[in-house]
């Protein structure tokens, strides 16, 4: 069985707009009903659980009002480790996957959710993005978190952005952030996580290490780098709405 959990708790503070980020309006849709879209003919939960804050539950299960879903409240915004933990009563106890998807990312299609499916038997499994520089509207992606590989090519372990070294932000294989873990190894560890870091916030990334560092090879799943897009800005916006066709 697998749970799908939307992380829609952001404020949209960097967007500069008076909203929840989830809904910022890209081609006259919100950000989270374009994901909605794919999430649901993806067919893996027919109730999937939307992560989202006090203040904007309200505005987002209106907004989803037609999909027939959880909501889970997450009190405070101490990172995206933080953010899973609030959705955990809501999962019941025979899932076995528990996949993870962000609301500012609206071009992920069904068949890459779905394809999550085939790593049930994955400790974790991320989907990484690979590009060619930091040009034009790649630079998108500057900002984001940088795959690390061990000499093997394994995946070694995910550094956000602001704690890269610079040899490490040279690197142009990225994380759109959308996981997948096995449930029962993922409430084992979650609680291991540290917030040690610039951000003071609670990486859900971190368990890629915690997972490599247990002996568990990561499952990956690549994805095109437009798929992948997501929006965190104004000028980000701008650039996905030019290529919408």
């Not at 409240?73 to 528990?98: F, M, N, R, Y």
């Not at 890629?208 to 800005?233: F, L, R």
Request: aromatic residues 8%; charged residues 25%; negative net charge.
């Amino acid at each position: 069985m697998n749970k799908i959990v939307i992380l829609a708790a952001g404020k949209g503070t960097r967007m500069g707009l008076d909203m929840p980020k989830a809904l910022v309006r890209l081609n006259g849709r919100s950000l989270v009903s374009h994901l909605a879209e794919s999430v649901f003919k993806s067919g893996l939960d027919d109730q999937p659980i939307v992560v989202v804050s006090p203040e904007n539950k309200s505005l987002i299960s209106q907004e989803l009002s037609k999909y027939n879903w959880q909501y889970a409240v997450q009190t405070e915004q101490l990172g995206t480790g933080h953010a899973v933990k609030a959705a955990k009563e809501l999962i019941p106890s025979a899932c076995d996957q528990i996949i993870v998807l962000f609301c500012d990312h609206p071009f992920i299609n069904s068949s890459s959710i779905a394809s999550f499916a085939s790593q049930q038997n994955r400790r974790a499994t991320i989907m990484p993005t690979e590009l060619n520089d930091y040009n034009d509207w790649r630079y998108n992606f500057y900002r984001w978190g940088r795959i690390i590989r061990n000499a093997s090519g394994g995946v070694e372990k995910i550094v956000e952005f602001k704690d890269a070294s610079p040899a490490e932000i040279k690197i142009t294989e990225v994380n759109p952030g959308f996981m997948a873990f096995d449930s029962n190894w993922l409430w084992k560890n979650i609680e291991s996580l540290r917030n040690d870091n610039k951000q003071k916030e609670y990486y859900l990334t971190s368990l890629i290490e915690i997972a490599v560092k247990e002996g568990h090879e990561i499952g990956t799943i690549s994805i095109d780098a437009k798929e992948a897009m997501g929006i965190n800005s104004q000028e980000e916006l701008k650039i996905a709405e030019s290529m919408i066709f």
